[in-house]
């Protein structure tokens, strides 16, 4: 039977930033990934550029059932730290809004630096390993069953990920694994993902498809300002993917597609001023034609400004700037960024990611119930939590 003192379950960004390290302290480390590739979420990541952290990072940009467990991790690796790699290994990149950091070239410049990193450390990875047991030893240690032979191990580490894009070879192994050695998994759902609608606003708003505008949504948890995009499939758009994650179904978001200005207090200000225009050809001037027609009833703009009442201008600000809709749901794993939910961290070590139940096994990435927000807070906890257990497995 083959003896390694490592073996990490997937060979991706939170399994290699965790063998990388733990290959530096020496540790014999062997990552298995029943993938024929590794780290195929990276070079699909951040269309295809990845955006591997952001300049701001904190506890704040995470939904936890335990907000304050990513803590330790993200300040003992920081996007500094993760900076300071891409920048050794002279990887370009830039700043998009909200301070969000991607490749100038490809995704493929971060995995490379990653495996480039394994090979310095003598990290060993074998992919197309599907894993068929596991067994805990009697004194310390693990055996695993793969499809490639018997091996066993000091500390096991799992880092399989979340349910998101299963195409891509996405499971529920590392949900099992937790289940197995009598670990609470949080229920798990997707995040970061776009909308459906109800069948009646779906044909109301699918002439608007192709559209994109700057918007605050809200749900009763949180609000995000970012642009909103319609789709033939329903809602999208950054500002959708990051209220996906606090959405709950059959609840209702609130959406104001002109963030900038109080359109009641404008109107009032261009009645004012003696307007003559068309309610509709003031809208028209703020926002796209076609979303202002499906929006706001035709006899409620029709009117000039002089004409229209308080009454009438509250009605209209209300449709364009507290809009709510009732998502039917969203698209589901198929396209989701993450999964939230996941193994309950109550049960590990912030410090080192080890179980409290189960010395020497060890959870790292999304598979735990730490999901970030969409701007590069993903990969940041995958790398800082991978990095933590890299120092104690
Ligand atoms: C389309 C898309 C774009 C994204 N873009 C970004 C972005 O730009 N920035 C950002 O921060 N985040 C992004 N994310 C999220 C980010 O990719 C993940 O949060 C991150 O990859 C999680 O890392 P991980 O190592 O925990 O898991 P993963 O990257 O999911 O890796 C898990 C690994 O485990 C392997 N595995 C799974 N099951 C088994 C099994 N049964 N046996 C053996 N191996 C197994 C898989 O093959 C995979 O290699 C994106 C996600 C998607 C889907």
């Not at 459906?196 to 559209?211: A, N, R, V």
């Not at 003559?276 to 076609?290: E, F, G, S």
Request: charged fraction near 20%; glycine fraction near 8%; aromatic fraction near 8%.
């Amino acid at each position: 039977m083959k003896k390694v003192d490592v073996i990490i379950i997937g060979a991706s960004a939170s399994g290699l930033m965790c063998a990388i390290e733990a290959g530096k302290r020496n540790r014999k480390v062997l990552v298995l990934d029943h993938a024929n590739k590794a780290g195929k979420k990276i070079l699909m990541s951040g269309g295809g550029r990845c955006n591997f952290t952001n300049y701001d990072v904190s506890a704040d940009n995470y939904i936890s059932h335990n907000p304050h467990f990513c803590k330790s991790a993200l300040s003992r690796f920081t996007q500094w730290d993760f900076i300071g790699m891409v920048g050794d290994y002279h990887i370009p990149y830039h700043e998009r809004s909200h301070g969000q950091l991607f490749c100038d070239v490809s995704a493929k410049d971060i995995l490379n630096m990653l495996l480039d990193e394994c090979k310095k450390a003598s990290v060993q990875i074998q992919l197309k390993t599907g894993i068929q047991s596991i067994k805990k030893m009697d004194d310390d240690g693990f055996i695993l069953i793969t499809e490639n032979g018997k091996i066993s191990a000091d500390s096991l580490v799992i880092a399989t990920g979340g349910l998101s894009i299963p195409k891509m070879g996405a499971t529920a192994f590392g949900f099992q694994v937790a289940e197995q050695f009598g670990h609470k998994v949080y229920p798990t759902r997707a995040g970061l993902v776009p909308f459906t609608l109800q069948p009646d606003d779906k044909e109301k708003l699918s002439p608007l498809s192709g559209i994109a505008v700057d918007a605050i949504v809200s749900s009763s948890r949180s609000s995000f300002r970012e642009n909103i995009l319609f789709t033939h499939r329903g809602l999208s758009g950054p500002v959708i993917l990051q209220i996906s994650s606090y959405w709950e179904p059959g609840e209702a978001i609130q959406i104001n597609v002109l963030p900038d200005l109080d359109l009641f207090d404008y109107f009032i200000q261009k009645q004012k001023e003696g307007s003559q225009q068309q309610v509709k050809t003031l809208l028209n001037t703020l926002l796209p034609q076609r979303l202002v027609a499906s929006l706001v009833d035709d006899n409620l703009m029709s009117k000039s400004i002089q004409d229209t009442s308080h009454e009438q201008f509250k009605q209209i600000q209300s449709r364009i700037q507290s809009w709510s809709i009732k998502p039917n749901g969203t698209e589901g794993y198929r396209t989701a960024e993450v999964t939230l939910g996941g193994v309950d961290c109550n049960e590990l070590s912030s410090k080192t990611m080890e179980s409290i139940k189960v010395p020497g096994l060890y959870f790292v990435g999304e598979v735990m119930d730490v999901t970030g927000w969409l701007g590069g807070y993903n990969f940041q906890w995958a790398w800082s939590s991978g990095w933590c257990a890299g120092q104690y497995v």
